[in-house]
């Protein structure tokens, strides 16, 4: 039994935690889902992140997302701290979750290294690939969900909710980059990231989104038995 990873990811603001957590929910409560959990087919339902998804991430978090130092973070070490983290967190929690047929919901991955230290930062993407093939020993999501916002409105979402974290505090241009790094990957990977258009009201993004994961889980999933 092998689970199923799905992520999501995004520009700041995006709404992807509150989507992660109306999916969860969403999830819980399918008929499908039950039907496949006792029939043996999938396991728990997990929600996890990155960076944070286990004790040492959450440490490393801090570092990163955190301004408690006057020091700054070189683009290089950043680099390093995320891939320290993803290494972590597939070694600790991803890899175990699948191998026990969890469905994972995960609040960013390997897109966000590339989008952010590659093409925000400007560090070289081959090298980023090969970092990323190293932190995640090959494990690739089943369904990356990009809910897709103008960089402009992103930030002022953020900012919105009052305390930003370090990434948050870059300018515009940077996170216009990495709006442009995102579109880059849905565009070079169609059949893995599907596009959520965020910019939508709230329950019109949850239901995007319920829709392209359950068109998902029915093309990975056939009940032993019809689901009333």
Same mark, same amino acid.
């Given at each position: ?11 700041? !603001?995006? =709404?992807?935690?509150?989507? %992660? ?7 819980? #409560?399918?008929? +499908?889902?039950?039907? $496949? ?34 020091t ?12 320290a ?17 969890c ?10 290294t590339?989008a952010?230290?590659?093409? !925000?930062? =400007?560090?070289?993407?081959? %090298? ?7 932190? #995640?020993?090959? +494990?690739?999501p089943? $369904?990356t ?7 402009t409105t992103?930030l002022?979402?953020?900012r ?57 889980l ?11």
């Amino acid at each position: 039994m092998q689970g199923k990873l799905i992520v999501l990811e995004g520009i700041e !603001g995006c =709404g992807k935690t509150t989507q %992660l957590g109306y999916l969860h929910r969403w999830l819980r #409560t399918q008929p +499908l889902i039950q039907a $496949l959990r006792g029939q043996g087919q999938i396991g728990d339902i997990i929600i996890t992140r990155e960076p944070g998804g286990t004790p040492l991430g959450g440490e490393l978090r801090q570092l990163l997302l955190t301004q408690t130092t006057t020091t700054a973070i070189a683009a290089r070490t950043e680099l390093l701290l995320y891939a320290a983290d993803r290494a972590q967190h597939v070694e600790e929690v991803l890899s175990p979750a699948l191998a026990r047929g969890c469905l994972i919901l995960c609040d960013r991955y390997v897109d966000s290294t590339v989008a952010y230290q590659g093409y !925000g930062r =400007g560090i070289d993407l081959t %090298l980023i690939e090969q970092l990323n093939q190293i932190a #995640t020993g090959g +494990l690739v999501p089943d $369904l990356t969900l990009w809910l897709q916002l103008g960089a402009t409105t992103g930030l002022a979402r953020s900012r919105q909710r009052g305390s930003i974290d370090r990434m948050e505090q870059a300018d515009v241009a940077f996170h216009q980059r990495v709006q442009q790094g995102f579109e880059a990957l849905a565009a070079a990977h169609p059949q893995r990231i599907v596009p959520v258009a965020a910019a939508a009201p709230v329950t019109e993004v949850t239901q995007q989104i319920q829709t392209i994961v359950m068109q998902r889980l029915q093309r990975w999933y056939r009940p032993l038995s019809p689901v009333s």
